[in-house]
């Protein structure tokens, strides 16, 4: 936006007009012509680009022999074949080893927590229980004499919810 501006305020004083216009052809380069205030320049290469023998001439570079361009896994940096060979077994590893078999082995463990050995035993006990004639639970499983509950001085106006 300044640029504009200043491009503007250039065109508009015939002084800093004719300056800028001599100041071109001092430096023989056309000035620009466009409405905003841009920068002619040569398209060109930079000089690392360039690759220069003895006698400064540039060299156009080989197409039959292509550059050879090689980004590390982060494996080995020294040996591309090593790079490679460590970043497939690292993989292998880790997707094949790890988990497929580890989510195979997960899968078919025995019941390490006896989940279901306990659901198995509350079945015959409820058959025994029901057989027997009894009550599917004891209405006194635990001994009321070893419950110790709370006096109505104690509890006050606290709200029991049953």
């Known amino acids: 936006m300044r640029l504009r501006s ?19 052809a001092a430096a023989r380069v056309q000035p620009c012509t466009s409405s905003f205030l841009t920068q002619c320049r040569a398209v060109g290469t930079s000089g690392s680009q360039k690759s220069k023998d003895d006698g400064g001439q540039y060299i156009e570079p080989d197409p ?65 229980r029901e057989a027997a004639g009894l009550p599917p639970i004891d209405i006194n499983l635990i001994d009321p004499a070893k419950v110790k509950l709370p006096t109505d001085e104690e509890l006050g106006d606290t709200d029991i919810i049953i």
């Open 6 to 24: 200043l491009h503007r305020l250039v065109n508009q004083v015939p002084s800093l007009k004719a300056s800028a216009a001599a100041a071109a």
């Open 64 to 128: 039959s022999k292509p550059k050879k361009v090689w980004v590390s896994y982060g494996f080995d940096f020294t040996s591309q074949y090593a790079d490679r060979h460590f970043v497939h077994a690292f993989f292998f590893v880790t997707i094949s080893l790890v988990l497929v078999t580890g989510g195979y082995i997960m899968a078919y463990f025995p019941d390490h927590r006896y989940r279901d050995w306990a659901h198995r035993e509350a079945y015959l006990e409820l058959r025994r």
